[in-house]
Each structure stands twice: as C-alpha cells, then as structure tokens.
C-alpha cells in the first residue's frame, strides 16, 4: 500500500511557474507508475501527466505538453510536477497517483494540493 501527499500548490500570476511535489510513504515505490491529475471547479478531474518507475518514458496531456515537466527521484519516494508558462485555465486542485505493476487503474491517490493562476 501507498500513501502520497501532495505539496507545493499556491498562486501565480499567468506565465509564472510553480513545482508541486508528491511524497510517497509505503513499500516498493519505484515499481509504481505516478500520475498527476486536476480538477477544475465543476469540471470532471482530467489527467495531466505521468511517470514510469524508470523515468524513462513521462507523457503528457496536450493541454500541457512544452510547458510541464515530470519528474521522479526514487531515492526520495517523490515525484515533481514542473509548471512552466501557466494559464488561468490551468487553475485547479492536482492531485498525484499510484498505479501498480500491471494495474489498469490508479489505485493510491492524495489528497490533492491548490494551484491557482491568475490573469
């Protein structure tokens, strides 16, 4: 089992940046794929971007590709979600995830942590 915590949101002025962070505290968490994901008020949470135990093969939703960048570092049990050239749009609550091995769904998931960009 995984526990993540989510660090690192506040607010920005548009075309600023921010680095939220997901620490990791259970067994085994370089064999887990880390997602982040967002959740707009009254809109369905939607996936942002993702990271294999290997770090070598992160992806990203469209809406966000060029502008974030993902990170791991095992030794550290934290993934790091670099926001760069930020939109009001981007506005949302980031939660990251787990997902083991094989597993076609996420299975661990934060409590989410604030980001807000303003015009």
């Known amino acids: 089992q995984v526990q993540l915590v989510e660090s690192g949101g506040g607010s920005v002025q548009a075309g600023g940046s921010l680095r939220v962070s997901c620490v990791a505290f259970?067994?085994?968490?370089?064999?887990?794929?880390i997602g982040w994901f967002r959740q707009a008020p009254g809109k369905e949470r939607e996936f942002v971007a993702a990271?294999?135990?290997?770090?070598?093969?992160?992806y990203y939703a469209d809406s966000v590709q060029g502008r974030f960048a993902i990170s791991r570092d095992n030794a550290k049990n934290t993934v790091y979600l670099q926001m760069n050239s930020l939109k009001p749009e981007d506005t949302a609550l980031y939660y990251c995830?787990?997902?083991?091995?094989?597993?076609?769904?996420?299975?661990?998931w934060g409590q989410g942590t604030q980001v807000t960009v303003s015009s």
């Open positions: 995830a787990a997902r083991g091995v094989g597993a076609e769904k996420y299975d661990y």
């Open positions: 990271v294999g135990w290997s770090s070598g093969n992160p």
């Open positions: 259970g067994r085994a968490f370089n064999r887990y794929t």
